[in-house]
């Protein structure tokens, strides 16, 4: 049996912590910290995670330690659903094999002839259920996110480590959990001196608002505090299965009393004729109309739906710790000893799996008589120290001088800031130096690049375009917190650093693997892979913007803060990939500070790989507004990681003291600007999941100013509006209600953008998902900007974003697959390209490109397909009602929410008028939309690029350069050539690329302009 640990991460701005798989050959368990930007790091890693079947989370429930759980287990969800469905298409395949060749021979299977009947049986495996260990409100941070998380191919239980000894009732050491490769035992350990007390950033979750129906529990007043918290563990652990076990189906319809229907809800009929299922589209609920008396096909909402608030918890301060051990590895075969008691050969392999085996006289052989005595399982302990307060309650435990560590060979250390330091840990390692030490922490581990393609790929953008792209910052002599030379020489000299990738062999033998490490990227190496083709066309780019200096400054002049900034930090869709990070885009407007558009996972680990300190800390005391346009994880899992930043930053890590943000908003407005606040904007749903992970950590809610923002209808005249949700229960209703023209009153308080320092800002809705939202904002010199995240066209946002001046749209797919962008809801490079001439929008920046297609959208032919007309007139349906029940990301993005399309449709149904009409464009402004189309300028976003939009109708003449370097990058895995270049190959690397570039350079340079 073998099985080793290898280190997946160690702390750099890539990957904020430690993670480590412990490798069986039929299993793999992760351990450690489970931190934004861990998937990413193992794509590039490579280590496959199908065998995963349990994760070890160590440390304290914080986001820093979790922050990447939530796409992990998405991914993992759907590795086991493809998985499952993989085998079921086997079974099914050779089941109708089967039939077909027992027909031939004239017969029938007894499977029914190839019927896929017994598929039905077919169950998940064992290794497609996933179960997680770690401190407590595990289940508690998985229950938040019921809203966007919502599978069934994985059955996930969340075990949360509680204070324990390690002790049986027998006084035996048991361990807390194990399999058939390895024991674990658990230590949850408390601080030796209490925490300071913080308040939570946000009131209580009302304890009167019931809504568990899962669970019959009594009165919480007349529970004691740890039944209470037993009652509440049983409540969130039914909210987390229902999560990922769940038999909900998108496809199940009910008939359902219409009177009784409650909105949002897509409504269906089935027509007596044909028998066909239709949409409903008479009256509804709410109307002025008297509704019929018939019933209507709708969908149950799904099992989260019901949940419209979580129980109370606080913040936990265990911090967990992992001991595993091997179990004992059985002798070796001795096949002398077998031979001398009259075993026959065939008989040896089962005598070596530990069976007993009769001769030839019929004597019994037993394994013991031919086995060398068991080896004991060898082992490793995982402890993590997050401050100095920890390391004496851990280091004191008994599990040290127990049985539970008898094969243990070696302590890895996860060390918070400072904690290497400590005489106690000093001591600790002399008593214990016959173990290995490895300590892995912020203040030794090297910030080095752990995403070699995502830099390879910026450092050849910067040999073409230096003043959009630099090489990434990155130091292989310094550390993430010293930024200097790293204090390794005070450790002992015994102590070790890991590196990413490094292995240590647990069994057969303790010990170190001699295989290579991953090397470091070699940057000069990366650049002379780049071929003179590129370096060519760049020049060119270069010259042709040198020539027309005059009118781009010309083009420029004409936008206002033409020097703000566009910072593209996560560029790809859906989930994240060597070369693109998920959507971020950061906006910076002198005069006014910065924006943030959506905030994937490990926003802020991209924004360290661009700035340096002073300037990251520049950019969060900036920082003004995080607007999430919707709850797909791709698009705000990044966001509490930027709030504890800011918060850290401006507010020193120190909760608000004073009433919470909206209790007096109404009479003291100036309040947001005055308490130096940070406003989140986005629709209802993400402002609760913000407010109930405030629960567990105080990671600078307090300090925000949650905004729900009300959609616009230019068709009915309605504007949106800002509101702030109450501050003592879950912030507001998923769609919160829409003022009425002329109505002075309103539920929540009405906030003016002017204390938003805007002069504007609109939200519409898109059709993409539930909640979808696209933005517009006008700042005070005059910028206006428009942003859509994801989602198909819309001549909606494109009203809203009439004479906008740059345009940041998606564009996931290429035209040529118009097909998938129209069944996952996303828009094609030209569609974006089309809303953008709807809009008259002076230029347009494409992002949130596919991750599974080329890294340069096709735009030969498009652009001039646009500047024709084509396609401009063409009728756009605003179909944004969906099934407003389900998931944030059920059925694969085929949501959608209708709560103001449905009152809207209720209001008009008494008038005749329709909602979503299909619209034409008369041919005089189809002409002058085809006209915008031709002016506008365009440029194609990738990770890091630094974009002042002044400078957008610069980025089209390097576009022939980036079509060469990825065309080149396709012929160099072809050739062997186009990997991150590290090891002893570059200089035989160097030679082939070298003589490329020398074939190459004397080909005539292209002069293609787009």
């Excluded at 690049?449 to 230096?466: C, E, G, N, P, V």
């Excluded at 002042?948 to 080149?968: C, E, H, N, V, W």
């Excluded at 270049?981 to 002069?1007: C, I, Q, R, Y």
Aim: net charge neutral; glycine share 8%.
């Amino acid at each position: 049996m073998k099985c080793y640990i290898q280190f997946l991460t160690t702390p750099t701005a890539d990957t904020r912590g430690t993670a480590i798989l412990l490798h069986f050959d039929n299993k793999r368990y992760i351990i450690g910290n489970i931190h934004e930007g861990l998937q990413r790091a193992l794509i590039q890693l490579g280590p496959k995670l199908g065998k995963v079947g349990e994760i070890f989370m160590t440390g304290r429930m914080e986001w820093s330690n979790v922050g990447g759980l939530l796409g992990m287990v998405l991914t993992l969800a759907d590795s086991a659903a493809s998985s499952a469905a993989a085998k079921a298409e086997d079974r099914e395949k050779s089941l109708k094999r089967k039939a077909e060749r027992e027909q031939m021979n004239g017969g029938l299977s007894q499977g029914g002839g190839g019927d896929s009947e017994p598929l039905k049986g077919v169950q998940l495996d064992e290794m497609s259920r996933l179960t997680l260990f770690g401190a407590p409100n595990l289940n508690h941070l998985l229950a938040t996110a019921r809203k966007f998380i919502f599978r069934k191919g994985m059955p996930l239980e969340a075990i949360e480590i509680e204070d324990q000894n390690g002790k049986d009732q027998d006084r035996k050491w048991a361990p807390t959990w194990s399999d058939e490769n390895v024991k674990v035992w658990a230590m949850s350990v408390l601080p030796q001196s209490p925490l300071t007390e913080q308040t939570i950033g946000s009131a209580p979750l009302n304890p009167r608002k019931r809504s568990f129906d899962m669970v019959d529990v009594a009165d919480a007043d007349d529970m004691t505090k740890e039944q209470l918290r037993a009652r509440n563990l049983q409540v969130t652990k039914a909210v987390v299965s229902d999560m990922f076990a769940s038999q909900w189906s998108l496809d199940a319809l009910f008939e359902t009393p219409l009177s009784e229907v409650r909105l949002p809800a897509a409504l269906f009929v089935r027509d007596a004729k044909t028998k066909k299922i239709e949409r409903y589209t008479g009256p509804v609920p709410g109307g002025r109309e008297t509704l019929p008396d018939i019933t209507v096909l709708v969908r149950k909402p799904w099992p989260g739906a019901n949940v419209k608030s979580l129980p109370r918890t606080e913040p936990a301060k265990e911090a967990i710790s992992y001991i595993f051990c091997c179990h004992s590895a059985r002798g070796r075969f001795r096949p002398e000893e077998a031979i001398k008691l009259g075993v026959a050969k065939h008989d040896f392999r089962r005598l070596a799996a530990g069976e007993s085996v009769f001769t030839t006289d019929g004597t019994t052989v037993y394994p013991h008589m031919v086995l060398e005595s068991s080896r004991p399982g060898n082992g490793v302990a995982v402890v993590d120290i997050p401050t100095a307060d920890y390391l004496e309650p851990l280091i004191n435990r008994e599990e040290w001088r127990s049985e539970a560590v008898a094969g243990v060979g070696a302590i890895v250390w996860l060390l918070g800031k400072d904690v290497s330091q400590s005489p106690a840990l000093r001591g600790f390692m002399e008593e214990f130096k016959h173990l290995q030490h490895i300590i892995s922490s912020p203040d030794h581990s090297m910030n080095r690049l752990s995403l070699d393609s995502a830099a390879s790929a910026t450092i050849r953008l910067s040999q073409m375009d230096s003043d959009r792209y630099q090489p990434l910052i990155s130091t292989n002599n310094a550390t993430l917190e010293t930024n200097g030379p790293t204090p390794n020489q005070d450790l002992p000299k015994s102590v070790h650093i890991p590196e990413r990738g490094e292995v240590l062999n647990l069994m057969p033998r303790f010990e170190r693997d001699d295989r290579p490490k991953v090397p470091l990227l070699d940057i000069e190496a990366v650049k002379a892979e780049t071929s003179a083709d590129v370096l060519s066309s760049a020049s060119e780019a270069t010259r042709g913007i040198a020539a027309d200096e005059m009118e781009l400054r010309q083009w420029a002049d004409g936008l206002p803060s033409n020097d703000a900034e566009i910072i593209t930090l996560g560029t790809g869709s859906a989930l994240p990939s060597k070369y693109r990070n998920v959507s971020a885009t950061l906006v910076r407007v002198p005069g006014y500070g910065s924006v943030l558009l959506d905030c994937g996972e490990n926003t802020l680990g991209q924004l360290q790989r661009i700035a340096k300190p002073d300037e990251l800390r520049e950019i969060l005391r900036d920082l003004r507004i995080i607007w999430i346009s919707h709850m797909h994880a791709d698009h705000h899992l990044g966001i509490v990681s930027v709030i504890r930043a800011w918060y850290t930053e401006v507010h020193g890590a120190q909760p608000a003291d004073t009433i919470p943000f909206s209790s007096d908003l109404h009479s003291n407005p100036a309040k947001l600007m005055k308490e130096n606040r940070l406003a989140i904007i986005s629709e209802g749903s993400m402002l609760q999941w913000l407010h109930e992970y405030s629960a567990v950590e105080d990671y600078g809610y307090s300090r925000l100013a949650p905004i729900a923002i009300t959609p616009a209808n230019p068709s009915q005249n309605i504007a949106s509006s800002l509101q702030c949700p109450p501050s003592t229960n879950p912030p507001i209703s998923p769609t919160p209600p829409i003022p009425q023209r002329g109505n002075a009153s309103s539920p929540s308080p009405l906030l003016s953008p002017l204390l938003l320092n805007l002069r504007s800002i609109t939200a519409v809705r898109i059709p993409h998902c539930r909640g979808s939202l696209a933005l517009t904002l006008t700042f005070p010199s005059g910028l206006k900007l428009a942003y859509s995240g994801d989602g198909r066209p819309s001549r909606r946002f494109a009203a809203v974003g009439r004479d906008a001046h740059v345009l940041i749209h998606e564009a996931t797919f290429d035209d040529e697959l118009r097909g998938d962008a129209v069944a996952k809801k996303h828009s094609t490079t030209g569609e974006a390209l089309r809303v953008g001439a709807w809009m008259r929008a002076r230029a347009v920046v494409l992002t949130h490109f596919s991750q599974r297609y080329q890294k340069v959208p096709v735009l030969e032919g498009v652009v001039e397909a646009v500047g024709r007309g084509e396609g401009l007139g063409a009728e756009e349906e605003e179909e944004v009602e969906g099934e407003g029940d389900g998931p944030v990301d059920a059925g694969d993005e085929l949501m959608g929410d209708v709560s103001d399309d449905a009152k809207a449709r209720a209001e008009a149904s008494s008038t005749g008028k329709a909602v979503s009409a299909r619209r034409s464009v008369a041919d005089s402004e189809l002409e002058e939309t085809a006209a915008a189309a031709r002016n506008m300028k365009i440029a194609i976003a990738f990770d890091y690029m630094r974009l002042r939009i002044g400078d957008i109708a610069k980025m089209s003449y390097f576009t022939p350069a980036l079509r060469q370097m990825f065309k080149d990058d396709e012929s160099a895995k072809d050739e062997g050539v186009g990997k991150p270049t590290t090891g002893s190959a570059k200089a035989e690397v160097k030679k082939k690329l070298k003589e490329k570039a020398s074939k190459e350079s004397m080909k005539p340079a292209s002069g293609e302009r787009s």
